[in-house]
């Protein structure tokens, strides 16, 4: 089975288990309120996302102060919802229990070419978010070259997940035949670290404040950079990463409020793009994420990793960036013909935001 197929039949099989949830309706955020001018919204804009205040989603929470204007605007309550995979939290929005959800770009892609109408309206970063790490006994015979791991086991979450698919781009890049490979489906990104400690697997690709952990556990090493765009163009593609979706509906009830919360992702963009410096970024996020994240000393080593995927974004795609994330899924050129899957990538609002927004 494809990695395609697998990831497929799992979220297509979410679709149809929400989807008589989707028509009736949940009672979280469905009550509209007005402000008593044409602006309108639920009474609760609630946002599914993948892990609780992850850095690689820095933009969305130094996006706070947007947030909180909006809240006022709107009369409304904007939380973050989170999950521990992109899914799950997909599937909130799928179900109605969230407005919109911060996701991979496949995932809710997947759903798109079911015949969905789902849109992805605003980028976070580009590139995979992840890296390459291995096991520390293999740093110095084995280095960068990946083409020396064909004997060894490939970790994963789950077949057909973006670590798997990753995985596998980076593996045949160098050469090495997929299906001839050792490959472990861990279940978790939990179970990175003691799995490679172990040496139940030897080379997972994981995210960065993961593998930082692992390095500094000293349990692997990093082989190779897949957050930053210019460095894993050459190996997966100029791949888009994590974004906002919703669905279509929600976008034509609420207009305006859709266009204010991409107006905050890329005031949120502009902030981090201006921190490069670790210090000084830390200091620019807010407290709900330093509550959560309070080893400044932990961001710093994390920082020059993921900085370059929100400096190659304002927030759009291109369209060489969409077909390389159609191959990296292993999407077909019938899976992109479909009419919601050419919908799917919507840059109207974030382009003008991008236009809009202060520098």
């Known amino acids: 089975m494809s990695p395609l197929t697998a990831r497929s039949r799992r979220l297509?099989?979410?679709v149809a288990a929400v989807a008589v949830l989707a028509t009736a309706g949940c009672a979280s955020g469905k009550d509209s309120k007005s402000t008593g001018s044409a602006a309108?919204?639920?009474?609760?804009?609630v946002i599914s996302s993948s892990g609780n205040y992850l850095t690689s989603f820095a933009p969305l929470w130094a996006a706070e102060p947007d947030f909180k204007a909006i809240e006022t605007k709107y009369n409304t309550k904007v939380s973050f919802e989170p999950f521990n995979k992109?899914?799950?939290?997909?599937?909130?929005?799928?179900?109605?229990?969230?407005?919109?959800?911060?996701?991979g770009a496949t995932t809710g892609l997947t759903a798109a070419i079911a015949g969905k109408e789902v849109r992805y309206i605003g980028n976070i970063f580009k590139g995979t978010g992840q890296?390459?790490?291995a096991a520390k006994k293999y740093e110095a015979s084995h280095g960068s070259d990946v083409a020396k791991f064909a004997n060894a086991t490939f970790g994963f979450t789950s077949p057909g997940s973006g670590s798997q698919v990753a995985a596998q781009k980076v593996a045949e890049h160098f050469g090495l035949n997929w299906g001839a490979t050792k490959q472990l489906a861990l279940g978790s990104t939990t179970a990175y670290s003691p799995a490679l400690a172990a040496g139940r697997v030897d080379i997972v690709v994981m995210e960065v404040p993961t593998a930082i952990k692992a390095v500094e556990e000293g349990v692997g090493y990093i082989v190779a950079d897949l957050s930053d765009p210019a460095k894993a163009a050459p190996l997966i593609g100029n791949i888009i990463g994590a974004g906002l979706v919703t669905t279509k509906k929600f976008m034509d009830e609420y207009p305006e409020l859709t266009q204010d919360v991409i107006n905050a992702l890329a005031s949120g963009i502009n902030r981090v793009k201006k921190t490069q410096d670790?210090?000084?970024?830390?200091?620019?996020?807010?407290?709900?994420?330093?509550?959560v994240n309070p080893d400044e000393k932990v961001f710093a080593k994390q920082w020059p990793y993921i900085y370059p995927s929100f400096a190659a974004t304002d927030g759009t795609v291109d369209d060489k960036e969409i077909a390389d994330t159609f191959n990296l899924g292993g999407f077909s050129a019938q899976d992109a013909s479909g009419a919601q899957a050419k919908a799917y990538f919507d840059n109207t609002l974030a382009k003008r935001a991008a236009e809009t927004a202060h520098k």
């Open 12 to 14: 297509m099989a979410a």
């Open 40 to 45: 309108k919204a639920p009474a609760s804009l």
């Open 86 to 103: 992109g899914s799950d939290a997909f599937t909130a929005l799928l179900g109605g229990s969230a407005q919109i959800c911060n996701c």
């Open 131 to 133: 890296v390459v790490v």
């Open 278 to 291: 670790p210090a000084a970024a830390y200091a620019a996020l807010p407290d709900a994420y330093k509550k």
